[in-house]
Every structure is written in structure tokens, then in C-alpha cells.
């Protein structure tokens, strides 16, 4: 009883540690904005060979930019031209399978590290190619933290919801196919 009292009492300040990071917004901004600065230093810098795949050399990260605040902070780059880059899936894989950097912020933003392996095809919502800044922190955002029994019912109910959609589309189509008068 009094080693099972311990592990308890480790696990729950275990977990009241991990709330008090989730909910700290200076640590979400300053680390969201090293890795924003990590991405759109290597989206600046990306060359790419005649076969379409990144020229390796041409991603050297300088940390100085990054960890000063970068492109961000120190009003090289407008909110307006922030807002609008979309950082293609391949410098977000890129960066995050080669730069101890950009998995140190992500580890610092409670990411766990099996997320980080497919982190672009977990964010590109719309299946572009392409991850704009927005789709990034929102991303990231949802990403944080352990997975919780509440995302997964939240998926089941979301999947519920549309397969009730595509039965009923199904239905009017199949009435309507029914009712309209069949070519000979």
C-alpha cells in the first residue's frame, strides 16, 4: 500500500506539472515563435535539385535568428507576409527529421515525440501539400499534451456525424435515381 501511495502521489504531480506547462502562455508563445522561426528561416532558404528533392546544404539553420526572436519578433517579416506563407510538407519534414533545434521546441511544446514523425501530414488539413501559419499553431496547439480519452470520442462522434451524412446523400440519391424516368 505504501508503494502504491508513492507512485500515485509521483502521478499526480507528474500530471500537475504537465497541466501547469499546457497552460502557460508565455511558454506557448516563446516556443511557438522558435519554431514559426525555425520553419520560415528554412522556407526562405529552401533550394531544391532537378529531381524536386531538397538540396540538403541549402537548410543550415542559424541560431542566432531563431533564438533572438528571428524573422518574427524583430519586424523583418510583416504579420501580414507571416500570415500568408504556407511552408510546403517537405521543409516541414526535413526540419523536423534533421534539426535537434525544432525537436527541442517541439519537445519544450509538450509534443510527444511519436506526433513529431508525421507532424506535416497531421497538419496539412486540406491535403495541399502546403501548411500555412495558422494551420501550424492551430496544429500544434491540438498536439500538446498526452492524447486524452476526449479526442478520440471527439474523432468517433465527428466520424459518426458524417457517416450519417453520406447515408443520407445515399438515400436522396437513390430515390431520386428511382423516381427519374431510365433511358432505353
Keep these: 500500500i505504501f508503494l502504491e501511495r508513492i ?3 509521483a502521478s499526480s504531480a507528474n500530471l500537475l506539472k ?4 499546457l497552460s502557460d502562455k508565455r511558454r506557448w508563445h516563446k516556443n511557438m515563435m522558435k519554431l514559426i522561426n525555425i520553419m520560415f528561416q528554412c522556407h526562405q532558404q529552401v533550394k531544391y535539385n532537378v529531381e524536386g528533392d531538397i538540396e540538403m546544404d541549402s537548410l543550415k539553420l542559424d541560431p542566432q535568428i531563431w533564438q533572438q526572436g528571428g524573422y518574427t519578433e524583430t519586424g523583418n517579416v510583416s504579420l501580414e507576409t507571416l500570415k500568408a506563407t504556407a511552408f510546403s510538407k517537405d521543409v516541414i519534414d526535413h526540419v523536423v527529421e534533421t534539426s535537434p533545434e ?3 521546441v ?3 511544446l509538450d509534443i510527444e515525440p511519436q506526433d513529431c514523425m508525421r507532424l506535416s501530414d497531421t497538419l496539412d488539413r486540406t491535403k495541399s501539400g502546403d501548411i500555412k501559419v495558422m494551420e501550424l499553431i492551430e496544429g500544434i496547439s491540438c498536439l500538446r ?3 486524452r480519452r476526449s479526442d478520440i470520442v471527439a474523432v468517433d462522434l465527428m466520424m ?3 457517416q450519417a ?5 445515399w438515400l436522396r440519391h437513390r ?3 428511382s423516381h427519374s424516368p431510365q433511358q432505353h
Design 7 to 9: 507512485i500515485a502521489y
Design 18 to 21: 504537465q497541466r501547469e506547462r
Design 102 to 104: 525544432a525537436l527541442q
Design 106 to 108: 517541439l519537445a519544450d
Design 145 to 147: 499534451g498526452p492524447a
Design 160 to 162: 459518426r456525424s458524417m
Design 165 to 169: 451524412r453520406v447515408d443520407e446523400l
Design 175 to 177: 430515390r431520386s435515381s
